[in-house]
């Protein structure tokens, strides 16, 4: 059976074509969130002000605007309205972020058509996961890091996986790069290696791409992990949400 | 000398460690900028009045200010005397977006603030790229370049070694070429690969090569550069490249 799920690398062409907004009047957090951003591989413009979100809005359709509701010019709900009124922008999913957690508030931005409401301090795998719900086919729930990491695969010859690496990794799966194609529900035996840890675990082929799909087609196996030591996915964990959000103060985001 | 933080041996990941901050009051400016600098691998924070770049390069010290003259807050050169005159952003580069035929008092002035220099819009990607390099990077690049993936065959070394080459970086002058068997440096490769149906033949030399370390910058590979091209191949890498990184941005119809 053809698998159904698509590699990122594959429709990385159309991802590269759209962006979001963020809108902020606060230069801080549009700072911090615009980083993770970046760091989860979108593109973005930023917006201080409801009237520049407005207006860029009109120059390109962004693929989902993130607004804080205390914005300089205008209250979030008001911007929210409008953008919602607007054809050109009716369709463009919302989400809002708030000072504190309040369930009124919350209500209200979903009243308003947002899909959800975030408070700060902002947890960055809490942002990853709406924002994945709200532009992508096939929403992924644990962050994904792009690293590079030798690993070796113990039930295979040698010579088929000679040099793999990952290219993206998550706690529950991985993209690794090679050009030995393995069927799909293949059972891998792997060794990961991170930061001097030595990882065993299993894992089962969800897809494989070969190279020459197209200029942005990366050679490889998306894995599944099956088998993992509890301490070790936690190690996993928690590598990734300290890479994620290195150089950022915490609560700040 | 602007501030570059070198990545710390612990940093596993290559962040993108500058960013670049794009100033200017029309909204279609900002945004082609802000999306073919990103597309250029750059981070980039747009600021649509003087005040709130002022307010941005307060928070976070950028290590390039794009900036057009007529803000509409305020002139874009009074912007940057004050910055010039901040401790923190007296080092900050600034390129200034001039209108045509911009005033001869207006250049002079620009050339006075000293590691600033002046582009015309509509500015060709080409120049802004090679003119970001140039004010940011300490080895810069002058030809686009952009990550792709391609398959390559390399026709005079065995069939083991080319097995799953492809292309991570291309540009008209060169490439990175994905392998886990990068050859030494100086060797001569012939290579093939395919671009949008046109079959491209060059002869490269290779220029450094990497092996695994983690990080992403730091896949197994080599640096290739090109030694000898057809100028017809050479004219389509380039177009390939100019639409991959204007795709649905253009100034026309954005």
Not at chain 1, 118 to 126: G, I, K, N, V, Y
Not at chain 2, 96 to 121: D, K, Y
Request: hydrophobic share 40%; glycine share 6%.
């Amino acid at each position: 059976m053809a698998d159904q799920r698509t590699h990122p690398s594959e429709n990385s062409a159309d991802k590269k074509r759209r962006f979001l907004m963020v809108v902020d009047s606060d230069a801080r957090n549009l700072s911090c969130l615009s980083t993770l951003l970046d760091r989860f591989n979108y593109q973005f413009c930023i917006a201080t002000s409801a009237g520049e979100a407005l207006e860029s809005a009109m120059v390109a359709v962004p693929s989902l605007v993130i607004t804080a509701l205390g914005l300089k010019d205008m209250h979030g709900f008001e911007l929210m309205r409008q953008l919602k009124q607007n054809p050109l922008t009716s369709q463009v999913p919302l989400i809002a972020l708030n000072s504190h957690e309040d369930l009124d508030v919350k209500k209200r931005c979903l009243e308003l058509g947002a899909l959800g409401c975030l408070s700060r301090p902002l947890d960055a795998e809490t942002l990853y996961r709406t924002v994945q719900v709200a532009v992508e086919k096939n929403p992924r729930s644990c962050m994904r890091l792009r690293t590079v990491q030798p690993i070796k695969v113990n039930n295979m010859p040698d010579d088929g996986f000679y040099g793999a690496y990952t290219l993206d990794l998550s706690e529950r799966g991985m993209f690794l790069r090679t050009v030995n194609p393995v069927p799909v529900h293949t059972r891998l035996s792997l060794q990961l290696n991170i930061d001097g840890r030595i990882i065993e675990l299993e894992a089962t082929v969800l897809y494989g791409c070969q190279a020459g799909g197209g200029p942005y087609c990366e050679p490889g196996l998306g894995l599944q992990i099956v088998r993992i030591a509890p301490k070790d996915q936690q190690f996993i964990r928690q590598f990734i949400r300290n890479e994620v959000t290195r150089g950022i103060a915490p609560g700040n985001a | 000398m602007a501030k570059h933080r070198m990545p710390a041996a612990s940093d596993r990941v290559d962040w993108k460690n500058r960013y670049l901050l794009v100033v200017d009051s029309d909204a279609t400016n900002r945004y082609y900028l802000s999306m073919l600098l990103q597309r250029l691998n750059y981070q980039i924070f747009t600021a649509a009045t003087a005040q709130e770049a002022v307010e941005m390069a307060s928070i976070s010290v950028p290590s390039l200010i794009i900036t057009a003259l007529d803000l509409k807050d305020r002139d874009g050169l009074e912007m940057a005397q004050q910055l010039k005159q901040a401790p923190s952003t007296a080092d900050v580069p600034f390129i200034f977006l001039t209108r045509e035929g911009g005033q001869l008092a207006e250049r002079r002035s620009l050339e006075q603030l000293g590691m600033a220099v002046s582009l015309t819009p509509p500015v060709s990607p080409e120049v802004l790229y090679r003119t970001v390099q140039q004010a940011v990077e300490t080895t810069p690049r002058t030809c686009l370049r952009i990550q792709t993936r391609l398959l390559v065959t390399v026709s005079n070394m065995p069939l083991n070694f080319t097995e799953g080459t492809c292309v991570s970086e291309l540009s008209e002058s060169g490439m990175f070429l994905h392998t886990p068997n990068p050859a030494v440096v100086n060797t001569k490769l012939s290579l093939q690969f395919n671009l949008n149906q046109s079959i491209i033949a060059v002869e490269a030399k290779v220029i450094y090569n990497s092996r695994i370390s983690g990080g992403p910058k730091h896949e197994p590979g080599m640096g290739l550069e090109f030694v000898r091209i057809a100028p017809r191949d050479r004219e389509l890498i380039r177009e390939f490249i100019r639409n991959e990184v204007t795709r649905d941005i253009t100034p026309m119809n954005a």
